[in-house]
């Protein structure tokens, strides 16, 4: 059988036909099963990745243990190498270094990396030779490696200004340099010029020629010959010639040779003061001072080896990971950098755009892309200005850019993207069906792009059409690539359908194969939160903030648990503390505001609000939250008022239908109508312009068409959280109508303080006492502003409290229909 063993994932995978059970090095009494094209999440984007002949599972995990060690023993050396570490952590590394080195496989790993490139100033190994002095094993290595370091430096030198024409690119190149270090011929020849030893040269250099892996490379002889001449060159003492013994005179007893050993292709620490890997890490753990240090170590040791050209490629790659873990500002820092090094370069332009955009700053983001365009990446800049408008809500400015895009690089391989942005936006302005057949079209012709797939996946999964779209997500997953957008789209799609153990079950597969990813631990977290699995729930979200300490939504679902749990201290204190450990915390902010809103601290739940628009005026969901709070205090005017302040397209459903229900609550049926856009209902914005709708026509007393109207809509709606505002709404209708027969059927499941007032009216009238009762106190507990006259008046008619009835019917009526139709905008975003 094969297996694919990698030491930094720590995880074996064992071929069985088309599947491959996984084994961790830590837990190996735990396996699961998976595909191979998961295979890269499953390793978590480990770079030592081999495939080995095994001849059963129990040897497949010797060679796993033997690659987990080599690779914990690279690591503990790095850290003892480290001016910068603790010198107490660096004296218990030693220690343990001793035992590791040991093992031959394991000295003979790490020799072969870091004998591979000098040290730089991030080492510091006479700092790491004391601190030795009682290990002998690791101090005899240590001395071999400072000794060895002049002769490092010209072997790397040398190679380093080879000719690129001996390559066919600069792949070759690199596939090359890997090879050599993997098989020690870094760590041989340094070795043999350290030692001035030319016959240990000659018996290296033979060996390298005779490397089957770099046989397959190109011209592979004129390199060598033109890496190791010069090398020779620097020894005292000429290289013998081979002589040649006559058949009598050779010893006859054979020299047992073992098996090299081939089992890592590690090139996570190709070069030990410049490893993206390792900045990458630092990042993950918030460590911006150490990643700063590691990253420009690594373009100066780029641009003194005349690799001036890689340098902004690195840069780049950092800079991008850095926005995949909440560090936009690093991230600007490293691409302005990476300009500095070479400002005509359009791709680090776009990049540095793309900075702006997360920052946004858009002036600056456009003015990147200006420079992106004028250096050659002219589709990248036209896509990107489309991205700035979309996110400041300009869609029809945006629709208009991606179409120029597509017609302009109609033959660019990467125009699918500008398809994908076109059919999103087109979407987004309610074009759903031509986005869709944009969308079908785009994964025709490009069948392998996951982002085609996925972006029609969320399209369906937005119009309520969950069963194709969960169908799109997993033929991502399984056929395509197994992407976290996808995982996300296929989770809160089974959400919707009201299956929790499917998305639970798809969460765990998620965080299975991303583990490195936070919104994988994210996604689990909440499915636990949504099934009431609360300390299972707290559990992971602490593991979340423990291994990715960058992202804020570990303690977000802490919080939210605790206020799902009823314990809203806890709650409070988990948002204040992560708003004071996050630089950018907007989004933890509004939900302490939210957390104020409903649970009846309407006063400090506009400050917050206001005080989040008055510091980030472009974060519309702030001003909604302001507008709700005004809503619910009563002060319905001003509600508008902040309502019409909000010009961003991609919120003009959701504005109008705010307004429109406010309308509604006032009597003013003309222009509440006149807001909202006529149309067969589709999204869930559609769908509450809908009840509105209804609402208008039962509050001006057209009960029969308001009825078909919400048993129509009840029949049809895909959306659950939405459902309950029609029943509820019917309800309202058939108790002004005294048609109690089938009421009970109607009732909708959900708890909130809408469907809580509604069920109150019902189980008074229907005499269910206890029922009615328990809904009271819940009320009693909780209930908005605005509707605290209507639960008094209902406790004083049902004889649920000691007050004097004040109202009648009508007014019974007119209050139940504001609460449903201001209470329908508060879960339409």
């Not at 290296?204 to 890496?227: C, D, G, H, M, V």
């Not at 206020?563 to 992560?578: I, P, Q, R, V």
């Not at 909000?646 to 003309?670: F, L, P």
Request: glycine share 4%; with cysteine.
């Amino acid at each position: 059988m094969y297996a694919l063993i990698s030491g930094q994932a720590a995880k074996a995978a064992f071929a069985y036909g088309d599947n491959y059970k996984v084994i961790s090095a830590d837990t190996s009494d735990h396996c699961y099963e998976t595909s191979l094209a998961n295979a890269n999440y499953v390793f978590s984007g480990a770079s030592d990745i081999n495939q080995i002949e095994v001849s059963s599972e129990e040897e497949g995990l010797c060679y796993l243990k033997n690659a987990v060690e080599a690779d914990r023993a690279l690591i503990l050396i790095l850290m003892l190498l480290d001016p910068e570490e603790d010198t107490e952590i660096k004296k218990e590394t030693a220690e343990i270094l001793n035992d590791f080195l040991e093992d031959e496989h394991t000295r003979t790993f790490v020799s072969n990396q870091l004998f591979s490139a000098p040290s730089s100033d991030l080492t510091d190994i006479n700092a790491a030779k004391k601190l030795s002095t009682e290990h002998k094993k690791l101090l005899t290595w240590l001395i071999e490696l400072d000794n060895c370091q002049e002769a490092i430096k010209k072997i790397r030198t040398t190679w380093d200004f080879l000719s690129s024409s001996l390559f066919k690119n600069s792949e070759d190149k690199d596939l090359a340099e890997s090879i050599l270090i993997d098989r020690g011929a870094f760590y041989q020849i340094s070795t043999a010029l350290n030692k001035n030893d030319s016959r240990l040269f000659n018996s290296a250099k033979f060996w390298i020629f005779a490397t089957p892996e770099l046989q397959k490379i190109n011209n592979y002889r004129k390199i060598l010959s033109e890496w190791l001449t010069p090398l020779s060159e620097e020894l005292s003492n000429p290289i013998p010639k081979p002589v040649i013994r006559p058949e009598s005179e050779k010893r006859k007893k054979k020299t047992k040779l073992s098996k090299p050993k081939n089992i890592s292709n590690h090139k996570m620490f190709e070069r030990v003061n410049s490893q993206i890997e390792e900045i990458k890490r630092l990042l993950r753990m918030k460590d911006t001072n150490k990643a700063r240090r590691y990253a420009n170590e690594l373009s100066k040791a780029q641009i003194q080896n005349d690799n001036k050209d890689l340098a902004p490629i690195s840069l780049c790659n950092i800079a991008s990971y850095s926005l995949d873990v909440f560090q936009p500002s690093f991230s600007l820092e490293m691409l302005k950098k990476a300009i500095q090094i070479n400002n005509q370069d359009g791709w680090c332009w776009g990049q540095l755009a793309d900075a702006y955009i997360h920052l946004e700053r858009y002036d600056d983001a456009e003015n990147a892309l200006e420079e992106a365009v004028k250096w050659g990446a002219a589709h990248f800049g036209l896509n990107g200005l489309a991205r700035i408008y979309r996110h400041k809500g300009l869609l029809s400015d945006a629709k208009e850019t991606f179409e120029k895009a597509i017609l302009e690089f109609a033959d660019n391989q990467d125009v699918w993207n500008s398809f994908c942005g076109l059919g999103e936006v087109l979407h987004e302005l309610g074009e759903h069906n031509k986005a869709i057949s944009l969308l079908n079209d785009t994964i025709e012709k490009y069948p392998s792009q996951s982002k085609a797939h996925t972006s029609l996946g969320h399209i369906l999964k937005d119009l309520g059409q969950f069963e194709e779209a969960i169908q799109i997500f997993k033929n991502a997953i399984q056929n395509i690539e197994p992407t976290a957008i996808a995982y996300v789209g296929l989770i809160h799609s089974y959400k919707e359908i009201g299956d929790l153990d499917k998305a639970l079950e798809t969460a765990k597969e998620f965080k299975s194969s991303f583990s490195i990813e936070s919104s994988a631990w994210r996604e689990y977290g909440d499915c636990l939160l949504l099934k009431k699995k609360y300390s299972h729930a707290l559990k992971t979200y602490s593991q979340m903030i423990e291994e990715h300490p960058y992202d804020y939504t570990g303690i977000r679902g802490k919080a939210d648990t605790y206020w799902s749990m009823g314990k809203l201290d806890l709650a409070e204190k988990a948002f204040d503390e992560g708003i004071k450990s996050f630089d950018n915390t907007v989004s933890l902010q509004l939900k302490r505001a939210n957390l104020y809103k409903e649970t009846g601290k309407l006063e400090l739940s506009l400050k917050s609000f206001s005080e989040i628009v008055n510091s980030y005026p472009t974060v519309v969901s702030a001003k909604f939250g302001q507008a709700e709070a005004f809503k619910k205090l009563g002060y319905f005017d001003k509600a508008i008022e902040i309502y019409k302040t909000i010009d961003d397209e991609r919120a003009s459903h959701y504005k109008n239908t705010s307004i429109a229900a406010i309308y509604v609550a006032q009597g003013n049926y003309a222009d509440a109508l006149k807001t909202i856009q006529p149309g067969e209902p589709k999204t869930k914005s559609d769908w509450v312009a809908e009840h509105i709708r209804g609402m208008a026509l039962l509050k001006s007393k057209k009960i029969k068409d308001a009825v078909e109207l919400f048993e129509s809509a009840i029949s049809k709606i895909p959306f659950k959280d939405q459902k309950a505002y029609f029943q509820s709404a019917l309800i309202v209708a058939k108790l002004r109508n005294r048609d109690l027969d089938d009421i009970i059927n109607y009732l909708p499941k959900e708890q909130n303080d809408v469907t809580n007032i509604i069920k109150l009216h019902v189980y008074g009238y229907l005499n269910e006492n206890s029922l009615a009762q328990e809904v009271y106190n819940s009320l009693q507990a909780h209930c908005v502003e605005y509707m605290m006259p209507l639960r008094d008046e209902l406790g004083a008619q049902l004889k649920l409290n000691d007050n004097r009835t004040k109202h009648d019917r009508e007014w019974l009526f007119e209050q139940e229909c504001n609460v449903i139709a201001l209470g329908i905008t508060s879960i339409a975003a």
